[in-house]
RNA sequence: GGGCCUGUAGCUCAACGGUCAGAGCAGAGCGCUCAUAACGCUUUGGUUGCAGGUUCGAAUCCUGCCGGGCCUACCA
């Protein structure tokens, strides 16, 4: 048994996330957090809301709500539908919380004792109509390049030409329209991470085991260009951790709050102290997960995330971690793998929030169950390159492999053992056609078990799959409709065999589709639900004279009428 | 512009220097009738983007060309 930390990336709190967003963070660190739960692991699996920075506040304003209760109320939104979506966080914490605020100005005072934050006084454009500075991509103008009208003050999304607010033509604030800018000098306090270079690359350069995405992105900001730039990690803004070294005011930033790329992943930390005081925990209930000094040596450290995500993760949330351990008195947790995603697209174009394209993880819940959904978003996650959601390839993978492979074996078990044997787990001895399914399936699941170790969720769910194709093929092979007229009690040996290997297959998919998974055990009337070590053994875990019943369709297929009136509603604003 | 990834059967992907390049879906045929018109078996289909090179041997390594995607640092 290990000791296993997963954290996901944090939804931004700014409204509900499409499928998108879920596929490359949440949904497969929850699929590994089960599986490893399953098998006998300690894991603690951490989210919380990412709750920081303009467009919270920007958000907050346009629904006319004080930004603090703005991000309580979509807090719990994103909350249920997590739960909606089966998401087995042992704790969705707030990157607001006063955990992750207190551990947020202490490693910046760490950061500052060991000489890596500097104050650099810079100069940002201030909006006095918006009563804000603006951040380069919330002022728009004319690009001075292309002559695009629309372009943001990072950069012409016409031209693609890296710009600067000052370079624009007209330049107005996105926000109001306002064209009373102005340039006013400001101190921010910069993480020197450039110094940390070598030592970034060094350790990078052990990771030889974690995919190329993730590498790839973080050699590229170290050595591009003139190398890792040092970051600021405080802004002008009202709704932020103000900015304190550890519990000292900070002379000259007062009225400051970090940046929320600073924060975030500190909230890894604080959502762990969070669940600590909520479980009762003591402070080393959090420590003994993050301290490598009080009790966290042997952790295990994974994170999840989208590639957009890769350098937080890779560069500048390490960066606060080996400052902070630099003098040796503290031993903060490195992650240990990351695991990152490419992009999913959808019906060949980009999901779109502001056009309404794509499928939202509310809407997504409207129409049909958690199961369906992860199991089709596994089966084609983007680990290799980008993915393609289309309505036809939903369609069919749900109804192929949920419908037909699993739902239906399940169906025709229950269903003939009810009409022809009875509704009891019946007696009999197991032959050759049993130990040699039971021959496949040991190999399978040494196979299904080697995917999901390594997290390759598309393979695992490929095997996963032929696990559940082995039983159609047992019963067919077997034909027990045959026997139950000829050989009665080959017939009961044959309905004993399968009603164990539904509860193999609710035992294995638990990690994909939870809610068909206890459906599964319910009809069986079983709890016991532990990993199998032992094929043979584990499809004959079923008493002899135990009730089951007939379960409810698992899954309904989706027809083609249905499909079309998805494909139609969610094409977004023509 | 620079960097990274990628181009394999109609579609989605495997094979990551070595037996006839595999699987699912879709298509075709047969079988079964327990089951959500479900399942099983068989089968059609690829000069692995193009052109060179390295090697006893290349989808796999190298070079060039053509095509697709992503990133390029203060939105998160």
Redesign the pocket.
Known sequence: MSRILITSALP?INGVKHLGNLVGSQLPADVFARYMRARGNEVLFICAT?E????AELAAAAAGEPVADYCARLWQVQKDLADGFRLSFDHFGRSSSPENHRLTQHFAGRLADAGLISEVMEKQIYSPADGRFL????ITGTCPNCGYPRARG??CENC?K?LDPTDLIEPRSAISGSTDLEVRETKHLYLRQSLMRDELRRWIGTKTDWP?LST??AL??LD??D???D??IT?DLDWGIPVKRGNEEWPGMEGKVF???FD?PIEYIGATAEWAHATGRGEDGWQRWWRCDLGAADVRYLEFMG???V?FHTLSFPATILGANQDGREDWKLVDYIKSFN?LNYEGG?FSTSEGRGVFMDQALDILPADYWRWWLMS?VP??????FTWE?FQ?GVN?DL???L??F???VT??AA?RIGTEVPEGTYGPAEEAVIEELTRRLAAYEAAMDAIEL?KAS?ELRAIW?AG??Y???A?P??AVKTDPARAAAIVRFSLNLIRLYAVLSQPFVPDASASMLDALGIEDAHWPTDIGAALDMLATGAAFSVPD?????IDDARREGFEARFAGAA
């Open positions: 931004y990412d920081h920075g303009t467009p951040p380069d991509r919330y990072d950069q693609t890296q190329v790839s992105i590229k900001w591009d260009g190398g890792l730039q970051r600021g802004r940046y929320v790329w975030a590639k957009d995500n350098p992009y980009k084609n680990e290799g390159s980008d993915s393609n390839s069919a192929k419908a037909d492979v739902g239906n399940v169906s025709r269903k003939f009409a598309r490929q194709v159609n093929e019963l067919q092979a034909a409709w045959t369709v698992l899954f309904a297929k």
